[in-house]
């Protein structure tokens, strides 16, 4: 995987590495896809999207954070069409996206009901509150479009007294699912689906 260059700060931390490794796997991007992003801050994970996906919709509803997303992803080395949006999502969602991602937890409702009606088929959602990530797989759930709940932690080692020791990263949750029409034309559930076709997109 190629690195991610983040000169300019959000003052908000960008996507763990190890995280992005993952999201990436879980959304499987090609040239084909259109990504859109909802909360693009320091633009990793839009950077990471473009190095893959055709086209990449990114929203960002503070004006700031936008700025440090366009002057991120200006210093990385880019080849797919990106448009930034300052917008809060989801009134500045794309109706044709392949996958979506949600850095956060605002709105996430609305979003989701949104990845529903324009049959969104890659959903992945990070949370870092126990509370917030339990309350998101039920919004999932209810709305059939759930496929697996992963849980990780990261730690990264330092030297101590000559030996290594390791630090710790907070655990993300990541909630994957699909409001594919396909996965609903064929009569089953999304995690059904995922399980015929060997799990992870």
């Known amino acids: 995987m190629s690195r991610v260059s983040l000169p300019h700060d959000a003052k908000a ?3 763990k590495p190890e995280v992005r490794a993952v999201l990436a796997s ?9 990504f859109a992003e909802v909360g693009s801050c320091t633009g990793a994970v839009t950077i990471t999207a473009a190095r893959r996906a055709g ?4 929203l ?5 954070r936008l700025d440090v997303t366009r002057k991120n992803l200006a210093a990385n080395d880019v080849d797919a069409d990106v448009e930034l949006r300052e917008a809060e999502a989801p009134e500045g969602l794309p109706d044709d996206a392949d996958a979506l ?5 605002r709105n996430y409702e609305a979003v989701l009901d949104h990845a529903v009606e324009t049959g969104v088929d890659r959903i992945v959602m990070n949370v870092s509150r126990l509370e917030v990530a339990g309350a ?3 919004a999932f759930r209810e709305r059939d479009i759930l496929e697996e709940v ?6 990264h080692g330092y030297e101590l007294a000559g030996a290594t020791s390791f630090n710790s990263e907070n655990p993300v949750y990541m909630l994957v699912g699909s409001a594919s029409e396909d996965v609903a034309a064929d009569g089953g559930s999304p995690a059904e689906a995922g399980a015929t076709n060997g799990g992870d997109r």
């Open 13 to 15: 931390g960008p996507t």
């Open 26 to 34: 879980k959304l499987a991007l090609t040239e084909a896809d259109h």
């Open 55 to 58: 086209r990449v919709t990114a």
């Open 60 to 64: 960002e509803r503070k004006g700031n």
């Open 101 to 105: 991602f949600l850095g956060g937890s």
């Open 136 to 138: 998101a797989t039920e």
């Open 150 to 155: 992963v849980q990780f932690q990261v730690s």
